[in-house]
């Protein structure tokens, strides 16, 4: 069984699927070690879905790919990569996407490569869905945003190497 968080808390459910996560090799091609996940401390968002099926055709026009997956009606769990990046998404079916305030920062090592291949899917600058322009930020990163189908907002950001506004004393 695995856990999943929902409304009510946390609760257990059976895996139906021919695609067993306690024998998938979840872990990215550089951390094997000899077919077993390496250990590393990272931190992983979880987010909400509406839907997973729809959450993967959002993402995978954006480069992510699907590493893992059970379907909607067997408890609806995904995971997306995109090189280091991953994202997992959890099936929330009552799920009100104005009324979602769940998100994640991804820091990049180059932002306007990511922001190009992010602006091939023609997203407005705002709503739901929606990809806000690069912007400097008084906490020395250079950042944009990726708001989803499911309103999940992603902050993608680099750090500046000059600070974007200097202090009236500096």
Request: no cysteine; glycine share 8%; aromatic share 12%.
């Amino acid at each position: 069984t695995s856990e999943l968080m929902s409304k009510e808390g946390m609760f257990r459910f059976p895996y139906k699927t021919a695609y067993d996560y306690r024998t998938a090799n979840l872990a990215a091609p550089s951390s094997k070690r000899g077919g077993v996940m390496a250990q590393m401390d990272i931190a992983i968002p979880a987010l909400p879905a509406k839907s997973t099926q729809e959450t993967i055709a959002f993402y995978e026009p954006l480069g992510f790919r699907l590493a893992f997956r059970t379907p909607d009606d067997e408890g609806g769990y995904a995971i997306l990569r995109r090189g280091t990046f991953e994202l997992h998404f959890f099936l929330w079916p009552d799920l009100v996407p104005e009324s979602n305030f769940t998100g994640a920062y991804l820091r990049a090592s180059d932002i306007d490569a990511l922001y190009r291949d992010f602006s091939i899917a023609r997203l407005p600058a705002r709503g739901i869905p929606s990809l806000g322009g690069i912007e400097k930020k008084f906490y020395r990163m250079r950042e944009f945003r990726l708001v989803d189908p499911n309103g999940n907002l992603l902050r993608v950001g680099e750090p500046l190497s000059t600070p974007a506004f200097r202090m009236k004393d500096q």
